[in-house]
């Protein structure tokens, strides 16, 4: 493959990443195969067999907000390393009891799930490195490219499983699992990342998943992505949950037929990637995830039929919805946050994805358990639908080209009275001269302002206008500490220079910005100053005073 100008595949660091990667993906998804195939063949329910889905989705959940604000605060290769042994070390001793026969379904529920604990913390850290790997005008197609690579190896990985299982049988299949992380380890210890240095201290993991929550929550942009990704995992996720019982009660068929299923979604998927530069030059963010929904409606539609032509072209229909879908979402969150916090903004995308995916599983299961396998899945379908309507609701804005780095244009103060990172707290007043034809204007340019502010970490933000001169405008907000002040102002990128510039505009000409920085002191905190007793001063002094 020629790489293009702008391909991310022209880094030597990239490539040797993704092809280590592909191994990896192919291990796990042979490990998928044969989790899914041991539950169904030691004869679990319906639903058992499709938590084995949900509990390698639902570590995703409970701990991606963790692992994002450990990636954006720590070493991330080192990161990555950790998890990439974990994850070596439990597929081997998996493969060690499936091959002395001790599995029982609660105990390979267990298993997958600490593989699934794995993959949450390294999920962040992955995805954030690869803004570390590549040029941030590089990040769309190396997004795009990671996701063409999983689904390659989705195409082919749970045919090659199936087959495994059917030949060696699934011990066989966790073993080659554990072995596919060896070369992505050996990768990324070779790798040595050349960072900006740290200028501020590590935040506490509390406060820095606090801080991510924060700022997710006040980006409207990535709010929307998430609760559209929600909606579309929670529907999505039945197809590849109920998979091997498609193929064992719809089909009839073993595991040769449940990895060829999987194998036509993943070649979809595939063929959804290559087109995904195509298809994002000709339709909008919007109608990309609306067809896709529609795409894995049909798909899910189709497979209910269980007839087998009819459900690998629905699944190839719905491999590739899948694939345009979730890159678009991971791809608008990556370019709506920065750097400093950019691993907890995908945390926190995948914590709603897989936690509709994990829902779902759960959900569709215990719909085929009491209704059937073809219910199910037309249920799914119709849950997917609604996911296409939503966007008439909650329609996703454009993948913009929002520059997101740092302005460093901000320079700490001097202050007279000395201040530590640790003193506080801190209150700061902003005080601005507007023109009374200007004042719609300016409230409205405030109210962006105040979400600004608010995101990257000021308290109690408020404005307020003086009664005796009409033109003084003031805001105020507060820190809990000099630090997080600091913190606050090397935040500012130069895609909030928009809202900097419109306030400029606004002030009265020859005036400028009054900025204050208080520090919070209470009286009892001030030294205690007593007046002496009478009785006790000096009697020589007491008779002068007297004469």
């Known amino acids: 493959m020629t790489a293009a100008p702008d391909s991310p595949f022209r880094l030597k660091l990239y490539r040797a990443v993704w092809i280590a990667s592909l191994c990896s993906n192919f291990g796990s998804l042979i490990q998928s195969v044969g989790a899914s195939w041991m539950m169904a063949g030691l004869g679990a329910s319906a639903q058992m067999v499709a938590l084995v889905q949900a509990s390698t989705s639902l570590p995703i959940m409970l701990l991606a907000l963790w692992a994002g604000a450990v990636a954006d605060n720590l070493d991330r290769r080192r990161v990555l390393l950790a998890t990439q042994s974990f994850m070596l070390l439990v597929s081997a001793l998996l493969a060690l009891a499936a091959w002395f026969g001790l599995i029982t379904p609660w105990l390979l529920l267990a298993f997958t799930f600490l593989i699934g604990c794995g993959t949450a913390i390294n999920g962040p850290a992955w995805q954030a490195s690869v803004g570390d790997m ?65 200028k501020l201290p590590r935040e506490r993991l509390g406060v820095a998943m606090a801080a991510g929550v924060r700022y997710v929550r006040l980006s409207p942009q990535i709010r929307t992505v998430l609760a559209r ?45 290559l087109l995904s530069r195509r298809v994002r030059n000709r339709l909008s963010t919007e109608n990309i995830v609306r067809a896709a929904s529609v795409a894995l409606a049909a798909g899910a539609a189709a497979t209910a039929t269980g007839a087998m032509p009819l ?110 990172g640790r003193s506080g707290p801190i209150v700061i007043t902003v005080e601005h001269r507007i023109a009374e034809e200007d004042i719609a204007a300016f409230l409205t340019v405030m109210h962006e302002r105040r979400r600004i502010r608010r995101r990257d970490g000021a308290r109690d933000w408020a404005l307020s206008r003086d009664l005796a001169e009409p033109d003084l405008w003031v805001e105020r907000f507060d820190f809990a500490t000099w630090l997080d002040y600091v913190r606050h102002n090397e935040r500012r990128t130069h895609a909030d220079t928009a809202n900097s510039e419109a306030l400029h505009a606004l002030w009265i000409p020859g005036s400028d910005a009054v900025v204050h920085r208080r520090i919070e002191r209470q ?22 005073r007297s004469s």
Do not use: C
């Not at 990040?139 to 060696?168: D, K, Q």
């Not at 590849?240 to 999987?262: E, H, K, N, S």
């Not at 009286?523 to 002068?544: G, K, N």
């Open 311 to 420: 459900a690998l072209l629905g699944l190839a229909a719905a491999g590739a919805g899948w694939v345009l879908a979730l890159s678009t979402f991971n791809v608008s969150v990556q370019m709506a946050s920065p750097r400093w916090v950019v691993a907890r903004a995908i945390a926190l995308y995948q914590m709603a994805a897989f936690g509709g995916m994990a829902g779902g599983s759960w959900l569709f299961g215990a719909v085929a358990s009491e209704h059937g396998v073809a219910i199910a899945l037309l249920a799914a379908a119709g849950v997917q639908l609604l996911s296409a309507v939503a966007g008439f609701v909650l329609p996703l804005a454009g993948i913009s080209d929002l520059n997101m780095d740092p302005r460093d244009s901000w320079v700490e103060p001097h202050t007279a009275v000395p201040v530590e």
């Open 523 to 544: 009286t009892s905190s001030l030294p205690i100053v007593r007046t002496p007793d009478p009785r006790e001063l000096d009697p020589m002094t007491d008779a002068t």
């Open 134 to 198: 590549v040029p941030r005008a590089m990040l769309p197609s190396a997004v795009a490219y990671n996701s063409m690579g999983f689904n390659i190896a989705r195409s082919v990985g749970p045919a090659l499983g199936g087959a495994i299982v059917a030949a060696a049988g699934a011990a066989t299949a966790f073993l080659i699992n554990a072995l596919s992380y060896v070369g992505l380890i050996v990768v990324l210890k070779r790798w040595q990342p050349d960072l900006p240095p740290r």
């Open 229 to 273: 990704a929600t909606l579309f995992g929670l529907a999505a996720s039945a197809l590849q949950a109920l998979m091997p019982l498609v193929a064992r009660d719809l089909i009839g068929g073993g595991p040769l037929v449940y990895g060829t299923l999987l194998g036509a979604f993943g070649l979809g998927a595939v063929g959804g990637a």
